[in-house]
């Protein structure tokens, strides 16, 4: 058999190993480009977006309150003063009724004659209802659709003082000096009268305001007598004392120094009451005016409060009503 010689394949750097590989695969090195940033052009586009988003914002706030302004300003949202809702109307005797109190309301607090409703303060609006005399306090603002609804407790007038050399003046139950020239006296109803010897005007600008002169006194009791006045005037005596005129109490007569022992009352007929401090103002162990005035009532019944002669009064003691006999001069 022949044998022939294979033919060895000599690698071409002449290393001899005795062994036939395909050279190896060239190895690349993966390199990575570094780059470098540019902080001059990174601040400069910051600026420019910052500068983007200012004008944007600005824009866009500007753009909003151009549209609420436009908003307010249309005629649904504009309320004439006098349109202002009233759902507790005012007393029956103020002259020009709802329209004419809320326009005596404006004028008094130079409020504006059509109101923005949408730009309405509650707290303000409450501020220039309680600036008028005839409002006590202000129970509620509230805003309906388009419109506006104030809840008032008004001052009624319960007496007419006459004070010496003065015009008459007219006293809610706190005593507070009511404007004469808002009232329809025709329309007033039962009004009790308080007078006095030691009575003195107070100055003319104090209509609006509580009762005050130079005697603190006799303030007191103009005071307590206002206070009083409201106490019997309520719907619930007042009623009971149409059924009977012992009841009925037609003036209030503050008792002068050097005595000073409160207020005597005068019934329609003719009898006189040292009725005493008035309510809220007793002394110790003096009874409360609902305790005097279920004691009145029990004497009317029992027989009519009368006096047997001039100078005579009755008064109060913890039971019930004592007749005092004054001696003649």
Known sequence: MEYRNRTRIVAPDGDDDGEDFPPPPRR????????????RKVAAASGIVVALLVVLFYAGG??????????????????????????????????????GFLERVRKNAREPEVLPVLDVDAESLAGAFKQFPWVERVESVEFPPHSLVV?????KPVVRVQAAGAVQQVLDREGCILPMEDIDTEKIGRLIAVSGRSLVAPAADRV??????????????VIQAARLA?????????????????????AILPDNPPNNRGLFVQTATRALILWGHGPGDEK??????DEKWGMLAKQAKEGEVKLERPGDYWSFNRTGMIYTRVAPP
């Open 28 to 39: 690349f090195e993966l390199a990575r480009a570094a780059s470098r940033l540019d902080l």
């Open 62 to 99: 500007h753009a909003l309150q151009s549209a609420v302004a436009w908003l307010h300003r249309q005629p649904q949202y504009q309320l004439p003063f006098d349109r202002i809702e009233l759902p507790v109307p005012p007393p029956e005797c103020f002259r020009g009724g709802a329209a």
């Open 151 to 155: 809840r008032l407790a008004y001052r």
């Open 208 to 221: 609006g305001l509580i009762w005050k002169t130079a005697d603190p006194d006799v303030d007191r009791m």
């Open 230 to 250: 409201g106490f019997l005037l309520d719907p619930s005596r007042e009623s009971e004392a149409k059924t009977d005129p012992s009841l009925r109490i037609t």
């Open 284 to 289: 110790s162990g003096e009874p409360s005016a």
